[in-house]
């Protein structure tokens, strides 16, 4: 048997407006920028892929099971700008074939930096997903799937009973992605690793007429999904969800694609798919998973570079995380959202200075003309915040 896992990352970052160093305003956020890039990808993406799984759910009746990771802080942009794409992932709640797993509130690098402000966030997104679809999560996974054995050692102390990861070529070896593994010494958390390969096809390749397997159709992807049978239990699709209308446009057939693929994998009897908790609860691990290093999703060296790779990175990541008790202290609520705000990874993800093969990918999705743009208006910022923090600290009585 072969289950097919898919797992779709949801994310929007609140994107900063242009912030001189001259700025005392406290307003940081480019509100009309984001809500028309929200409200873009909502009609492009968001509404029309939520609508399409409640169809192919309710078609292959509840056969068909997929799971999202949807950042607390695209929950509160579609709660401000779009409130129908809240109601479309409600009804997909409703259907009990749909699995939300657990994970940063801010999409942030927290675990890196600050273990206590990393189980802050996790927390707090374990009470969002509670109060929006009434449902607890029991399957982890850290932003852009960054992880080690550390992971999933506190994603064993926070009560999960799994924790997504990538599949990487160098740690698998002659091993297979296809199976289940377990972290050293933690016996509680199952791993699934990301079947990177097939998983691309969908999100980078499919729309690109130079591949020689293009076009990529449902029955030639349900063959490949076959062909795990006797090699393993478990395809794990994981990928943007932007992937469907956004990164690859509907033009492309990706929707169509969608949309006959359950249907092309159940007709080989065997096959079948199941959320993360699903392979869990079916598939004993095959072996032992070692991660000493990060490892992520992120680029072809599938590590950390993505947000660490240069010193302006590095740089900004320190200061941001050397502020967090001056912020804790001041007891400002909305001081302290903005400051959580600033730790999403995508801020990190603009500075960076990358190129060749991944360059044209960090350029695509970056705002600013260049890295050194972007780290200057983000340095601008937290020294706002900085000093808002340092006026509001408990004056001391001696």
């Given at each position: 048997?072969?289950?097919?896992?898919?797992?779709?990352?949801?994310?929007?970052?609140?994107?900063?407006?242009?912030?001189?160093v001259f700025d005392v305003d406290h307003r940081y956020f480019d509100d009309a920028h984001n809500a028309e890039i929200c409200r873009k990808v909502a009609r492009k993406c968001y509404l029309p892929a939520n609508h399409?799984?409640?169809?192919?759910?309710?078609?292959?009746?509840?056969?068909?099971?997929?799971?999202?990771?949807?950042?607390?802080?695209?929950?509160?942009?579609?709660?401000?700008?779009?409130?129908?794409?809240?109601?479309?992932?409600?009804?997909?709640?409703?259907?009990?074939?749909?699995?939300?797993?657990?994970?940063?509130?801010?999409?942030?690098?927290?675990?890196?930096?600050?273990?206590?402000?990393?189980?802050?966030?996790?927390?707090?997104?374990?009470?969002?997903?509670?109060?929006?679809?009434?449902?607890?999560?029991?399957?982890?996974?850290?932003?852009?799937?960054?992880?080690?054995?550390?992971?999933?050692?506190?994603?064993?102390?926070?009560?999960?009973?799994?924790?997504?990861?990538?599949?990487?070529?160098?740690?698998?070896?002659?091993?297979?992605?296809?199976?289940?593994?377990?972290?050293?010494?933690?016996?509680?958390?199952?791993?699934?690793?990301?079947?990177?390969?097939?998983?691309?096809?969908?999100?980078?390749?499919?729309?690109?007429?130079?591949?020689?397997?293009?076009?990529?159709?449902?029955?030639?992807?349900?063959?490949?999904?076959?062909?795990?049978?006797?090699?393993?239990?478990?395809?794990?699709?994981?990928?943007?969800?932007?992937?469907?209308?956004?990164?690859?446009?509907?033009?492309?057939?990706?929707?169509?694609?969608?949309?006959?693929?359950?249907?092309?994998?159940?007709?080989?009897?065997?096959?079948?798919?199941?959320?993360?908790?699903?392979?869990?609860?079916?598939?004993?691990?095959?072996?032992?998973?070692?991660?000493?290093?990060?490892?992520?999703?992120?680029?072809?060296?599938?590590?950390?570079?993505?947000w660490l790779g240069n010193a302006m990175q590095s740089n900004a990541l320190n200061e941001i995380y050397r502020i967090e008790g001056m912020?804790?202290?001041?007891?400002?609520?909305?001081?302290?959202?903005?400051?959580?705000?600033?730790?999403?990874?995508?801020?990190?993800?603009?500075?960076?200075?990358?190129?060749?093969?991944?360059?044209?990918?960090?350029?695509?999705?970056?705002?600013?003309?260049?890295?050194?743009?972007?780290?200057?208006?983000?340095?601008?910022?937290?020294?706002?915040?900085?000093?808002?923090?340092?006026?509001?600290?408990?004056?001391?009585?001696?």
């Open positions: 048997m072969a289950s097919v896992c898919f797992y779709f990352q949801v994310h929007q970052p609140f994107r900063l407006r242009r912030y001189s399409l799984m409640l169809d192919l759910i309710r078609m292959h009746e509840g056969r068909f099971r997929i799971s999202y990771s949807v950042t607390g802080v695209a929950l509160d942009q579609f709660e401000q700008y779009c409130p129908e794409v809240i109601d479309t992932f409600r009804r997909l709640a409703d259907t009990g074939c749909v699995e939300f797993l657990s994970e940063t509130y801010y999409h942030s690098l927290g675990f890196l930096y600050s273990r206590d402000e990393f189980c802050a966030q996790v927390a707090l997104h374990r009470r969002r997903l509670m109060d929006l679809f009434g449902l607890r999560p029991s399957v982890f996974r850290n932003t852009e799937l960054i992880y080690n054995n550390d992971v999933a050692h506190m994603a064993a102390q926070l009560g999960y009973k799994g924790v997504l990861c990538e599949g990487a070529d160098h740690l698998l070896g002659y091993r297979s992605p296809t199976f289940l593994y377990r972290p050293p010494a933690c016996p509680s958390v199952s791993l699934l690793l990301k079947n990177y390969r097939l998983s691309d096809d969908i999100a980078f390749r499919f729309g690109n007429r130079a591949w020689a397997e293009w076009p990529l159709t449902a029955d030639k992807f349900a063959h490949w999904v076959n062909q795990v049978n006797g090699n393993g239990f478990t395809v794990n699709l994981f990928m943007d969800y932007e992937t469907f209308g956004e990164h690859q446009w509907a033009e492309t057939g990706i929707f169509d694609f969608m949309y006959h693929l359950p249907g092309a994998v159940m007709r080989y009897r065997d096959n079948d798919f199941k959320t993360p908790s699903e392979v869990i609860d079916t598939y004993p691990p095959a072996g032992e998973y070692d991660v000493p290093h990060f490892i992520s999703w992120a680029d072809t060296e599938r590590d950390l570079s993505a912020v804790q202290a001041a007891g400002d609520a909305e001081l302290l959202n903005d400051w959580r705000r600033l730790q999403t990874s995508d801020h990190f993800y603009y500075m960076c200075t990358k190129y060749f093969a991944d360059g044209d990918v960090h350029k695509y999705f970056n705002p600013y003309e260049s890295p050194y743009d972007s780290y200057i208006n983000f340095m601008n910022v937290l020294d706002n915040i900085s000093s808002r923090a340092r006026a509001l600290q408990p004056v001391e009585v001696g």
